[in-house]
Structure formats: C-alpha cells, structure tokens
C-alpha cells in the first residue's frame, strides 16, 4: 500500500494540512487495511508494525501538545519541550516538531484561517539552526533567534 505523505519513517514528520488527530485516523486505516507493505511519504519501506510505532509516537506527540496547550504554554515553550524530551533523537528533522505544535495550537484555538507557510518553513529553520550550532534537545534550553518569537506567536493565534 502507498499510505504517501500520511507516514514517515525515520524522519520527524510534517504535515501541513489537517490535525495530528486525523493523521492517526488516517494511520489507523491503513492498519484497518491490514497491508503487508507500506510505501511511506517519506523512509523505507515497511510492515505494519513500523506504521503503529509512527502512529504510537504522533499519539505521544498529540498528547503532549494538548497537555501543555491547557496549562497556558505558549507554542514556542511547547516546542522547546517536545525537543527537550524528543522521543525519537535519531530521526531527522526534529524542527519539524514545532510545525506540528504550531498547527496543533492553531486547532485547539478553534483557528481555521490558512497558515502562513513560508513563516512555518522559516520558524522551523530558525529551530533546525539552533539546534545544529548546539543548543539540541540535550542542553538546558533552546535558543531561537528573536524575530522567531514574534512569528511564533502569531502563527498559534
């Protein structure tokens, strides 16, 4: 089976359109479907049991989110967390993560206007840099250039 941009193996995910919540819904018809191969988005392919570990760690993902959603963080302190605490350190791209908070925040705000791609893009970059020069999930914080607060903000309103 093709599950497309719906799976991704190895790398921290992007998904730019729909909630973490139908990306599980999603994952689980392809489970549902009972495939014995699975061409993801993106990574090799797989069986079954790599796309419930995906699935299992957007479930840890969502979770996380929603939980510091309800206790007033911001969307630039949850980033920092989820890379923190990243699950999943060997997969690439965990600057994806604050896409994915982003886009959560926007939901769980009862947002609907489209995002402003090319600002996630950069908000994720402005991430990827900070944590390529050292400031990874290992250090005490995450720092992020200054204009990166500005548009963070705004993204998750």
Not at 11 to 35: F, K, M, N, S, Y
Not at 133 to 143: C, D, L, T
Request: aromatic share 6%; proline share 6%; with cysteine.
């Amino acid at each position: 089976m093709c599950a497309g941009d719906v799976v991704f193996i190895d790398d921290h995910p992007v998904h730019w359109a729909g909630t973490l919540e139908q990306i599980l819904h999603a994952c689980q018809r392809i489970l549902d479907l009972q495939p014995s191969t699975i061409i993801p988005g993106h990574g090799p392919v797989v069986g079954q049991e790599r796309v419930r570990e995906y699935a299992d760690y957007l479930e840890a993902l969502r979770e996380r989110i929603h939980h510091l959603h309800g206790l007033g963080w911001s969307a630039e302190e949850t980033t920092a967390d989820l890379l923190r605490r990243d699950t999943h350190p060997t997969w690439g791209l965990a600057e994806r993560m604050a896409i994915a908070a982003i886009r959560e925040y926007r939901h769980l705000d009862g947002n609907t206007e489209a995002p402003n791609l090319v600002q996630l893009v950069g908000i994720a970059a402005a991430y990827a840099h900070a944590i390529h020069r050292g400031a990874g999930p290992s250090s005490q914080g995450i720092p992020v250039p200054s204009a990166r607060s500005t548009a963070t903000a705004s993204l998750a309103k």
